[in-house]
Nanobody, 124 residues
Framework: QVHLVESGGGLVQAGDSLTLSCAASGWIFSNYAAGWFRQAPGKEREFVAAIGRSGYGPNYGDPAKGRFTISRDSAKNTVSLQMNSLTPEDTAVYYC?????????????????WGQGTQVTVSS
């Protein structure tokens, strides 16, 4: 059973940067695609970014394009999300998730295990 733990969230100001990290145990993270989603109060969960096995084909949701970068470190069994130029609209709980396939899907229904989430709050 895979266990995912996110870290790195916090309170920042608009324009700041933040890096989220997701650590996996009980799973060889690099063998499977992983993604980040976010959910703001009163809104549906939203796709942020995903990366395939061994770093293949990262792709991004519209809010993340040009500002966020997803990456993975196979040695540390982690996936990270570097977020730049943050705005108050990026305020949400950010979730890490893993699939049981190699390609990075955008749909949350394709993911089989989720972390508990980490809060990101961006003040104006």
């Amino acid at each position: 059973q895979v266990h995912l733990v996110e870290s790195g969230g916090g309170l920042v100001q608009a324009g700041d940067s933040l890096t989220l990290s997701c650590a996996a145990s009980g799973w060889i993270f690099s063998n499977y695609a992983a993604g980040w989603f976010r959910q703001a109060p009163g809104k549906e969960r939203e796709f942020v970014a995903a990366i395939g096995r061994s770093g293949y084909g990262p792709n991004y949701g519209d809010p993340a394009k040009g500002r966020f970068t997803i990456s993975r470190d196979s040695a540390k069994n982690t996936v990270s999300l570097q977020m730049n130029s943050l705005t108050p609209e990026d305020t949400a709980v950010y979730y890490c998730a893993v699939t049981n396939g190699a390609l990075p899907p955008r749909s949350s229904s394709s993911y089989v295990s989720w972390g508990q989430g980490t809060q990101v709050t961006v003040s104006s």
